[in-house]
């Protein structure tokens, strides 16, 4: 992914990066100079700061996004726990999870289908 984005950065700007950048690191110091075979002018600068600054916001939702995806899983993972121990709700025996926790999984079962359809359509 942060190939796509380098490339999108440098179609955006119509410059190359000298070197690309990691998305571990927070500081702006650490972006690489634009190089167009021109020395660098006051409006490079600008842009340079500007792509610093995009960096960094990209770099806050990544870890955003992270940590949002780690919640999920771990959720996942207790429901699919619940799940194994006390047999799926579609199961012959349905009656041994609460009435409100099946349509608590219902539910969920319903929207981890359409997100999934949402994702492939805007993927696509």
Not at 18 to 43: I, T, V
Request: charged letters at 25%; glycine letters at 6%; a negative charge.
């Amino acid at each position: 992914m942060g190939s796509s984005i380098n490339r999108y950065l440098q179609w955006k700007s119509g410059k190359v990066w000298s070197k690309s950048f990691s998305a571990g690191d927070d500081s702006c110091n650490s972006c690489s100079k634009l190089e167009d075979g021109k020395s660098q002018e006051r409006s490079g600068q600008e842009t340079n700061q500007q792509m610093c600054n995009y960096k960094y916001q990209l770099e806050q939702e990544v870890k955003k996004l992270q940590q949002q995806l780690q919640e999920e899983t771990d959720l996942h993972l207790a429901l699919v726990s619940v799940v194994e121990h006390f047999g799926s709700p579609s199961s012959s025996s349905p009656g041994k999870l609460p009435d409100k926790a099946q349509e608590h999984l219902y539910s969920i079962a319903i929207l981890e289908i359409t997100v999934a359809k949402l994702e492939q359509e805007f993927f696509l």
